[in-house]
């Protein structure tokens, strides 16, 4: 296999996009009837359809071509080496190795990270067992029927989006909360439900400095400390950080203390003592369940060939949608009311990840990097937003995400869910032209000068990309499957837009401004170092606080 240089590529690809953009999807799928089956592929127990994009196998063999010049599989092995990859903040990126069967070797600057995993995953287990037993009691002695998880961004997404979905494989009598904004209406909410004598809270933050976590965190020991003594707070408070100095002065027992490393980025550890309320849902077994699946994803994306590599076909079609066809936005739709929150936590995971403006030697980017993620569930985004998809002025590729067998046992609703979801990427991809519309209209007697009037409206123009995700059932492993799936495909987008996807440093400014405003707002002298609008605002805010 010859290997060209990324720009030579690049420019290969531009050649073949001047030709691929006069392509319409229904004539691709006209001529070739087996478009599907040479588009589409399982790994991991997932299938992937991604024939409903604008491509040929040229596109595709480009498109691999464009990885290996950007030598994807060199910095693929990097990372799972454990490799100081996360070159601003120079650390390893090792995520992959929170789901290494027990026994896989990698030693990182002297420690064996495999029996570190496994030690704190044994601890976290232990502990998921006592509370859902009822073993772990209360300061009164009453079993824990309520946790609360406080904690933000990565610490918050990923266990809430799984908790939920994996809620039928949940422990019922065990009511999970997740807090994370410093809006106090958040937590003020959530306490007002809750009996100090039968919550257990989870502080979760990998610093153990987020403003929002520990705002919160201090809010929900007072509202406990009302109740309970300084001494009770080691049966209702425990932490998940990297962070001990912090969890003890807070006044947490780091025997209460799950730890992690500074190698699992916030938005990649979810599998590690960050997924602790995923492990107090579904127990030791599922959260067990929940790793292989992912592991099995990880192995097919470290030996797959990049043509018949599922990660690697969903992040280059999703470059060839974002650099070549020009798309800036991707919407994802799963149909599975379990999955409402995927959307949410992707745009953490693809936009924190790959939302940078310069390489990762500091030069500025020419060209675009990640589009905007935004998404909702199906059924309920076609009557939002989908017109918008089907015939406004964007394009805006869709990633639809179905399970074939439901996790209920309700009749009839399991195939009109499916049939929407299909019918919304044929809908996408054939669009309805001028003289279907007409023929449509004539047949319901219509005049001509109706017709006229009606027809422009009734168009859609079709020629839309989507990929449709199919798993089996929604279930510990296909979730962990799915979520890996995405984390390696942003992986191999940053690996071609040659991003540095581990470091997070447009999310600090705010951060300091915001620390700076908050003294103002409680201080005596009115703000003078903003801007004027800043200024005026602080102002409204000073007066009516
Ligand atoms: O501000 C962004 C961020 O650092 C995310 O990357 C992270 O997931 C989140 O804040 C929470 O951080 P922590 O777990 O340290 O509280």
New binding site residues.
């Given amino acids: 296999m010859i290997t060209s240089s990324p720009s030579h590529a690049a420019t290969a690809l531009q050649d073949h996009c001047a030709i691929a953009q006069s392509w319409q999807l229904r004539d691709l799928f006209a001529r070739d009837t087996q478009r599907f089956q040479q588009f589409s592929l399982e790994a991991a127990g997932l299938f992937l359809d991604y024939s409903k994009n604008i491509l040929t196998q040229d596109t595709v063999q480009l498109l691999c071509g464009l990885a290996r010049a950007y030598k994807v599989e060199a910095q693929r092995d990097a990372m799972f080496r454990g490799d100081k990859i996360n070159l601003t903040e120079k650390r390893a990126v090792l995520h992959t190795a929170l789901r290494a069967p027990r026994g896989t070797k990698l030693v990182i600057e002297g420690r064996d990270v495999n029996a570190d995993v496994h030690a704190v995953l044994e601890r976290v287990y232990a502990f998921a067992e006592r509370v859902r037993s009822g073993a772990w009691l209360g300061f009164t002695g009453k079993t824990i029927t309520d946790v609360v998880n406080i904690?933000?961004?990565?610490?918050d997404l990923g266990p809430e989006m799984a908790c939920h979905a994996l809620r039928s494989y949940a422990q019922p009598t065990l009511n999970l909360h997740f807090v994370a904004n410093v809006d106090g209406h958040d937590l003020d909410a959530a306490l007002a439900r809750l009996n100090p004598e039968t919550t257990l809270f989870v502080i979760a933050?990998?610093?153990f400095t987020?403003a929002e976590?520990m705002l919160n965190a201090g809010t929900a020991r007072n509202w406990f400390l009302k109740a309970g003594s300084t001494a009770d707070l080691a049966r209702h408070f425990v932490a998940v950080s990297t962070n001990a100095t912090a969890v003890s002065a807070f006044g947490i027992d780091t025997a209460n203390m799950f730890p992690f490393w500074d190698w699992v980025g916030?938005?990649y550890s979810i599998w590690s003592a960050i997924g602790l309320p995923l492990a107090l849902a579904i127990g030791a077994e599922g959260f067990a369940a929940f790793l292989a699946g992912a592991h099995a994803m990880d192995e097919h994306f470290r030996n797959a060939p990049l043509e018949q590599n599922m990660p690697v076909l969903l992040a280059m079609v999703g470059i060839w949608n974002r650099n070549y066809l020009g798309s800036s936005s991707i919407s994802i739709a799963p149909y599975h009311q379990d999955l409402s929150q995927f959307a949410d936590y992707l745009q953490q995971l693809e936009m924190?990840s790959n939302g940078k403006r310069v390489t990762r030697d500091g030069t500025v980017l020419n060209e675009a990097t990640c589009p905007a993620v935004w998404g909702n569930v199906g059924t309920n985004g076609q009557h939002a937003y989908f017109q918008l998809l089907h015939q406004g002025t964007d394009v805006i590729p869709v990633d639809f995400i179905a399970a074939l067998k439901p996790n209920h046992a309700l009749p009839g609703h399991q195939p009109a869910l499916l049939a929407n979801c299909f019918a919304q990427s044929e809908a996408l991809m054939r669009g309805k032209n001028a003289d279907e519309v007409r023929a449509e209209l004539q047949a319901q007697s219509l005049s001509e000068t109706d017709i006229a009037a009606l027809l422009p409206h009734k168009i859609f123009p079709g020629n839309r990309p989507s990929n449709t995700i199919l798993l089996e059932r929604l279930t510990p492993a296909s979730l962990g499957a799915l979520i890996a799936l995405y984390e390696h495909k942003v992986f191999v987008q940053g690996a071609v837009w040659n991003v540095n996807s581990f470091d997070?440093w447009g999310?600090e400014l705010g951060k300091v401004l915001a620390k700076r405003i908050e003294s103002e707002l409680s201080g005596d002298a009115q703000p003078q170092a903003h801007d004027s609008s800043t200024n005026g605002l602080i102002a409204k805010a000073k007066a009516a606080l």
């Fill in positions: 904690g933000i961004g990565g610490s933050s990998k610093t987020t976590t916030g938005r924190e997070q999310v």
